[in-house]
T-cell receptor, first 118, second 114 residues
Framework: DAGVIQSPRHEVTEMGQEVTLRCKPI?????LFWYRQTMMRGLELLIY????????DSGMPEDRFSAKMPNASFSTLKIQPSEPRDSAVYFC????????????????FGAGSRLTVL | DQQVKQNSPSLSVQEGRISILNCDYT??????FLWYKKYPAEGPTFLIS?????DKNEDGRFTVFLNKSAKHLSLHIVPSQPGDSAVYFC?????????????FGQGTTLQVKP
């Protein structure tokens, strides 16, 4: 398996522009997560899906952020309009949930999308 | 309000010595405690975990200690190697969260000098 695949790896945009980040989870994983990494807050959970259905979006910072999962193999995180404070690394991760062999339900992360909003 | 804190942003140790990374949390509503390692330009990868019913778990050079009364988690790396240089995140799983949802700390950057 190629693991969790994210695109683009780097995105530089200007304030006010729309940004779309993409994720392909590991085949067979029921759960998909979007995290954001910043220096101050570390890794913050933005939203997660179970079987393509959004379960908890309480971490989404504002209405400017939205996420979708139209099918089991694809998810997007959209920021519209983008602002400089959105600059961060955005990670997608997937997991087997309670079907995982260990009790800790380890997450598998993608390589991340580094977003810079000027 | 940060439920999980890694108070040391960075740590530098000499090759062959012990590295100790620390993590503190503010409530007792977690049943699994994990450590992830992250190299530059890569995503975090799972390293080691411990259940709340244990106080120690060992995997080769890596040992995780859990002190529930102090709400403190630590990762020991012995002996440290230059390839261990990375950012280390502690992560906590809330009780009954069988989804993989984790709460992460801010991370500690470890540098192991040859």
């Amino acid at each position: 398996d190629a693991g969790v695949i994210q695109s683009p790896r780097h995105e530089v945009t200007e304030m006010g522009q729309e940004v779309t980040l993409r994720c392909k989870p590991i085949s067979g994983h029921d759960y998909l997560f979007w995290y954001r990494q910043t220096m101050m807050r570390g890794l913050e959970l933005l939203i997660y899906f179970n079987n393509n259905v959004p379960i908890d979006d309480s971490g989404m910072p504002e209405d400017r952020f939205s996420a979708k999962m139209p099918n089991a193999s694809f998810s997007t995180l959209k920021i519209q309009p983008s602002e400089p404070r959105d600059s961060a690394v955005y990670f997608c991760a997937s997991s087997l949930g309670d079907r995982a062999p260990s009790g800790a339900n380890v997450l598998t992360f993608g390589a991340g999308s580094r977003l810079t909003v000027l | 309000d940060q439920q999980v804190k890694q108070n040391s942003p960075s740590l530098s140790v000499q090759e062959g010595r012990i590295s100790i990374l620390n993590c503190d949390y503010t409530n007792s509503m977690f049943d699994y405690f994990l450590w992830y390692k992250k190299y530059p330009a890569e995503g975090p990868t799972f390293l080691i975990s411990i259940s709340s019913i244990k106080d120690k778990n060992e995997d080769g050079r890596f040992t995780v200690f859990l002190n529930k009364s102090a709400k403190h988690l630590s990762l020991h790396i012995v002996p440290s190697q230059p390839g261990d240089s990375a950012v280390y995140f502690c992560a906590l799983r809330p009780y009954s969260s069988n989804t993989g949802k984790l709460i992460f700390g801010q991370g500690t950057t470890l540098q192991v000098k040859p």
